[in-house]
């Protein structure tokens, strides 16, 4: 077996938003990676026993209610704890919005988005990876219903009309994602399963978004996968 070259902690939130296509680079590119659930097992070891990447995925809940789950500090101060070291990382969603709390930036309630559409890059986001995104028709996935203030020294990458925040670069160390170009199509349906509630709460008809995958999802996927690779290999991973 091959020696990894490089490590990488995944914090993971629910079981069906793992990070799917981010993952199967991170591996390819020689990283072993090790997957860290919120809330159940210590993530002191982030700081401990820093690796050289951290991803921090998405999930339901938002950065707001700690109170409700008294973790979410703990998994704050780890991301401030690398974010002030200089140290890569990467957040999807709920990572984005957890990795701007860390920043001093406000997270809070925002409008809602759910399923395939296309984000507007700025001038700074069609020079970084996101580029990358293009031959997709900058299509993404969205969902979300939180959003943040961008964090002070954050150059923006791209926006939506509704949520102008949508992906954020801090220096050449940090990249956050509001959106989710982690999603591998084919386990979309987890996705379906996992927020049913949410989606009958929004009046979200599942088959829509799931024939809108058949159309586009292979494509996006595609164009996740080089947007990661892209970035890793200007980070140096």
Known sequence: ????????????HVAFEDAGVLGDVLRERGHALQVLRAGIDDLSVVATHPADLL??????????ENEAYPWLD????VIRARLEAGRPVIGVCL??????RASGARV??????????????????????LAELESAGWNVLHWHGDTFDLPAGAQLLASTAAVPHQAYAIGRHALALQFHPEVRPAELE?????HTVELGKA???????RARTVEIGAGVAAAGRRMFARWLEEAGL
Do not use: N
């Not at 309630?109 to 700025?122: C, F, M």
């Open 1 to 12: 077996m091959t020696q990894a070259r490089f490590t990488t902690h995944v914090i993971q």
């Open 55 to 64: 991803v921090v995925l998405g999930g339901p809940i938002g950065v707001y």
């Open 74 to 77: 703990a998994e704050v101060d």
């Open 95 to 100: 990572g984005a919005q957890l990795i701007a």
């Open 108 to 129: 809070y309630p925002g409008t809602r988005e759910i399923g395939w559409a296309p984000v507007q890059p700025t001038a700074a986001g069609r020079e970084s990876a």
């Open 190 to 194: 987890g996705w379906l399963i996992g």
């Open 203 to 209: 009046g979200i008809d599942p088959r829509a978004i």
